[in-house]
């Protein structure tokens, strides 16, 4: 059985496998077995209650039950820039006008810009690729807005997720070389590196604090602005889904997308239930072919599941090996979400599907 919960200290090993195949570009998995075992910390401690708001992070872990394997990570941070500066390039446009001369240019610049400061973060995404299949991607991205709807108060009212941008398979990041390798002088992966491991100085020292114009650089930096990394599209469909939008703002690395909403505007916030669960045979549960995450609302032990039996009249119906790995009895409430969102508007799936394209549209 495929299980969500909190990382725990035994999982390193296995987290620092799955940096190891995360490969290039996010940052917040490096394969560093020291940074990693203090972030498992940290998460711990704030599960405990024992960090200031400014230090907490929650990590969950898929993990296949059979195996006792953790093949699948991912987090929030709570409160993004509060204890260092946390950056992106606004997209922004800056206007010339002659009108002697009969000129208007709007040209569309780089702002280095710290407005995501106390926002909370989706961050940590990460799944094995030898489990990508039946749902466990969907699951593991989502399970965290059904954390968030079931514990709005530990977290701020703006939720943000920093895409990864576009590299080739060498690690070369066309943003990085024309913009972040002209002011900080080494390789994409070294500062990719430093920042993810937390030395971040050398970004408020070392970036432009002026304007970038954009058709200052070249087409393919351009058109890497607001783009999503080829492996990163399937969790940037699914952000879309749940609420999430492109308003503008770029990783000053490698120029990918960061997506935002009101954490009150999320789908899983408007559609999630609380039901009672009623334990019954396998044989008595009617099974199809729709896929919910359910999880056992308790903060201390969280756990989730997913399952393709289908709520009714506020009951959920669990197999007695599904309510143990819930931890949960008879009667117990739990808290279930639909995998699958509702089927959108034709012209609104294509708004959403073309976000960050829009920019690269503009631009080129």
Request: with cysteine.
């Amino acid at each position: 059985m495929m299980i969500i919960r909190y990382i725990e200290p035994k999982d390193v090993n296995d987290l620092y496998l799955l940096a190891q195949k995360a490969g290039f570009g996010l940052t917040s998995l490096q394969p560093n077995m020291e940074k990693l075992a203090a972030r498992i910390e940290r998460a711990c401690k704030t599960v405990a209650g024992e960090l200031p708001k400014a230090d907490q992070v929650y990590l969950f872990v898929l993990e296949d039950t059979e195996l006792n394997k953790v093949v699948g990570v991912c987090g929030i941070e709570v409160a993004l820039g509060l204890k260092e500066p946390w950056y992106n390039f606004h997209v922004g446009t800056q206007v010339h006008a002659s009108e002697p001369l009969s000129v208007y240019n709007a040209l569309p610049t780089l702002y280095l810009s710290n407005d995501h400061t106390n926002c909370s973060e989706l961050c940590t995404l990460f799944l094995d690729p030898d489990y990508r299949l039946n749902k466990n991607g969907k699951f593991l991205s989502k399970v965290r807005f059904l954390f968030l709807s079931a514990f709005r108060q530990y977290f701020e009212e703006t939720i943000v997720a920093e895409m990864r941008g576009y590299s080739d398979a060498n690690g070369q990041s066309p943003f990085w070389n024309a913009v972040g390798h002209k002011f900080f002088n080494i390789e994409f992966t070294k500062a990719d590196y430093l920042s993810g491991v937390g030395q971040k100085a050398f970004i408020a020292e070392l970036m432009p604090r002026h304007p970038l114009y954009v058709d200052m650089l070249p087409d393919d930096a351009k058109a890497a602005i607001g783009i999503v990394h080829p492996n990163t599209r399937p969790a940037y469909n699914l952000l879309l889904e749940e609420g999430l939008r492109y308003k503008g703002y770029v990783d000053i690395f490698d120029g990918g997308a960061t997506l935002q909403a009101d954490i009150e505007n999320l789908r899983a916030i408007k559609e999630s239930q609380s039901v009672a669960v009623q334990i019954e045979q396998p044989e008595n549960i009617a099974v199809g072919d729709e896929a919910y995450i359910v999880a056992n609302d308790d903060y201390e032990n969280y756990r989730a599941i997913l399952v393709y039996s289908k709520p009714h009249q506020n009951i959920l119906q669990l197999t007695k090996e599904q309510a143990k790995q819930l931890n949960v009895e008879n009667g117990s409430l739990v808290r279930v979400l639909s995998v699958q969102v509702k089927q959108l508007s034709s012209p609104e799936v294509v708004n959403k599907l073309k976000a960050t394209e829009h920019f690269r549209m503009a631009v080129n």
